[in-house]
């Protein structure tokens, strides 16, 4: 079975330019999460959806991040315009199901490294 | 403060050695731990879960300290490919996001 799946793998942008990542989560796995890691800092939570719903964004750093996942599948994550400060690692990860007592093992995509120069 | 806190390392033991991390937390409403691994350029992955009275994975063992607010993952018999960093993890609920510890880094020498 297909893991999480990132494209692209890396980003070299300019600052003011707009970056859409994506993210294609395993197969059936209704809640989908952006993480981010900034050089020296932990990983970060950004937004969490179920299905096509946005079922947490307090970690989205501020309204130059727009994350869509219509139709429930892949789901993108756009920068627009990207500052020097948004280079880091974005991970995207998948779980089948995030509710009741037991946790439900999220997978983590091999990241898209972004660098904004 | 951070909510989760790890201490950085690099911890640098030989091959064979037992070594042990310690990690805090700051809500005292955290539910869920867990210890992830993460290889250098690579995605987190789950190591293993922790639970309050303890639990074993061959030559990993993780404990929980409620009281003490801290999590521990001892590692035995350490193999050259245990070299990674090792990130701790906590939840607050069900529904809550997880938070990352910042990680420690773990380099075995032969």
């Known amino acids: 079975e297909a893991g999480v799946t990132q494209f692209p793998s890396h980003s070299v942008i300019e600052k003011g330019q707009t970056v859409t990542l994506r993210c294609d989560p395993i197969s059936g796995h209704d809640n989908l999460y952006w993480y981010r890691r900034v050089m020296g800092k932990e990983i970060k939570f950004l937004l969490h959806?179920?299905?096509?719903?946005?079922?947490?964004e307090s970690g989205m750093p501020n309204n130059r991040f727009l994350a869509e996942r219509t139709g429930g599948t892949y789901s993108t994550l756009k920068v627009q315009p990207a500052e020097l400060e948004d280079s880091g690692v974005y991970f995207c990860?998948?779980?089948?199901?995030?509710?009741?007592?037991?946790?439900?093992?999220?997978?983590f995509g091999p990241g898209t490294r972004l660098t904004v120069l | 403060r951070k909510e989760v806190e790890q201490d950085p390392g690099p911890f640098n033991v030989p091959e064979g050695a037992t070594v042990a991390f310690n990690c805090t937390y700051s809500n005292s409403a955290s539910q869920s731990f867990f210890w992830y691994r993460q290889d250098c350029r690579k995605e987190p992955k789950l190591l293993m879960s922790?639970?309050?009275s303890g639990n074993e994975d061959g030559r990993f063992t993780a404990q929980l300290n409620r009281a003490s607010q801290y999590i521990s993952l001892l590692i035995r018999d350490s193999k050259l490919s245990d070299s990674a960093t090792y990130l701790c993890v906590v939840k607050a609920s069900s529904a809550s996001k997880i938070i990352f510890g910042s990680g420690t880094r773990l380099s075995i020498r032969p």
């Open positions: 990860a998948s779980s089948l199901a995030a509710g009741g007592v037991a946790y439900n093992e999220q997978f």
């Open positions: 959806f179920v299905k096509e719903s946005k079922q947490d």
């Open positions: 922790v639970y309050s």
